[in-house]
């Protein structure tokens, strides 16, 4: 059922467990993070950025995958379709496009500017049913070719933005995108419970959740990370299961049994299966399994 993200992420904080944000690329990703959610009867979000939306053509042709998937798989757990690091126009193509949700990520504009344009999208999403995410200070790492240093989100910013009407706020604790540096220094805690403090109890975000160890993921949990993304560890495990079939020699044209070695549909199964795992793991990390509601 497709739903926006604001009563999940509010029964996820007030349990003390995490919803997974996963982000797709393709209907496979999108097939197995549906499946796996409604197999563990956990709430789940789909996460869309910009690259990857126009990757699939365009932003009305992944909302119509989404619910049209969504529907013919029979999915009954809550499902959101959110925007991922979304720009001032798309998050308004989004709205547009029938997305349930929508991050406006204003972080790298002059703070001023963030708390003006996340105003505006703020009422827009909600006249609309949406929810909406706002970020303050930047995450470290690469994503769709933007690269920021890791930052520590400032708490009295932090509740400037979630004052203007913000249902979730990411805010840096130190995480990355992507493969964490060998000489990373953790999440800062400290840093997150004076943010949590200062925004009144608002569900928070985790970006960057692969490669961040188990007890720091509990540890933001219990300091009130609600929502955590992920997105690089599903592409790793996609490649790894896609490049183990092909070693195989399953999808090589030049060998004898090349009309079985072409077929998509098996080459791209043990990636479909890879992420399926993926996905149950980080539900179990997170402590969602058994959430939907
Ligand atoms: P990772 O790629 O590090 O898992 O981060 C995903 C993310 O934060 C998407 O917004």
Redesign the pocket.
Known sequence: MLVNATRMLKLAHEGHYAVG?F?INNLEWTKAILLEAEAQKSPVIL?V?EGAGKYMGGFKVVAAMVKALDESLGITVPVALHL??GSYEGVKACIAAGFTSVMFDGSSLPFEENIAKTKELVDLAHDHGLSIEAEVGA?G?T?DGITADGEIADPEECAKIVALGVDFLAAGIGN???IYPKDWTGLHIDALEKIQKATGGIPLVL?????IPDDQIKAAIAGGMSKI?????C?LVFAEATKEYCLAGKADPTADNKSKGYDPRKLLKPGFEAIRAKVKEKMELFGSVGKAA
């Open positions: 944000h982000n996460g950025s991922d690091h995450i790492g994503e990355i995108h992507g970006h960057g959740g692969t490669g993304n992920v997105n690089t560890d592409q």
